[in-house]
């Protein structure tokens, strides 16, 4: 695995590089190409800066993209929880090419049954693969080191058979939501991390720069052949003494 830390001045930088980043993937595709989203901050930096980034004609190819979703809250797709509501309000409609193929999680499930319900469209979609193989997931962090909808310490981080898991006492809320699991998120081609603003500095550094016997959630995302991208604004990789590749314009 071969890892690489950007650092861009700050979100309004970042955002076109994540952008062409998902462009780039998308043209050497060489088929369909497989997109896993994030939710949270991230649906409004990518639907401010992806629709422009790609061709007129669509993101790579005449194969429509398929995008499912790296974890979502379980509530109904109208709340403004929601990942692929957020998503489908912001960001899909408007971009260039074949209607993208979405994999969105059925409303109205108990969490368990959500999480079956979901790995069976992934499974459908990703078929003859023990586990999907994304070219890219966007993943985020949070300032407690969770990533989808894995948090420190939670049982979910040793899940090993399921692709997709219920977790109904997330101590973030909304506590009902699904989420991929470490096999699938460390089996994609590439993962990016996306990581903003000084309140998640701290973390970072513990991510980054730290040997933990008990590695916080997005510590534990090591793809293992593709490779692992984190894009940070300077706020926050402040606290890091890594080797840093800076960015001040794209
Ligand atoms: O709850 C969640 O949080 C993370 C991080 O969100 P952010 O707003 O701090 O960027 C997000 O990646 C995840 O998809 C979401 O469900």
Not at 20 to 36: I, K
Not at 55 to 72: H, R
Not at 155 to 179: F, N
Request: charge should be negative; charged fraction near 20%.
């Amino acid at each position: 695995m071969s890892r690489r830390v950007s650092v861009f001045p700050s979100p309004q930088e970042l955002g076109p590089a994540l952008a062409q980043l998902v462009a780039q993937r998308a043209a050497g595709s060489g088929g369909r190409f497989s997109l896993g989203l994030s939710g949270g901050s991230l649906v409004a930096l990518l639907a401010r800066d992806l629709p422009s980034a790609l061709p007129g004609g669509g993101g790579g190819g005449d194969e429509p993209w398929l995008v499912a979703f790296c974890d979502e809250r379980l509530v109904p797709p109208e709340h403004p929880e929601s990942t692929s509501g957020a998503y489908e309000a912001q960001l899909l409609p408007r971009l260039p090419g074949p209607k993208p193929r979405v994999l969105s999680v059925t409303p109205g499930l108990s969490p368990h049954d959500a999480a079956a319900d979901y790995a069976a469209k992934l499974r459908e979609a990703f078929r003859g693969a023990s586990v999907p193989v994304f070219d890219l997931l966007i993943l985020g962090v949070g300032p407690d080191g969770h990533t989808c909808s894995l948090f420190p310490d939670h049982p979910l981080l040793k899940e090993e058979e399921k692709i997709v898991a219920a977790i109904t006492d997330s101590p973030k809320p909304p506590p009902e939501r699904i989420t991929l699991t470490l096999p699938v998120l460390n089996a994609a081609r590439t993962v990016v991390f996306v990581a903003t603003g000084g309140g998640k500095a701290a973390v970072l550094k513990r991510i980054l720069e730290g040997s933990e016997q008990n590695p916080l959630p997005a510590a534990r995302v090591q793809p293992h052949t593709g490779q692992l991208l984190w894009f940070l604004d300077e706020a926050a990789a402040a606290e890091l003494s890594i080797p840093l590749e800076k960015h001040s314009v794209l």
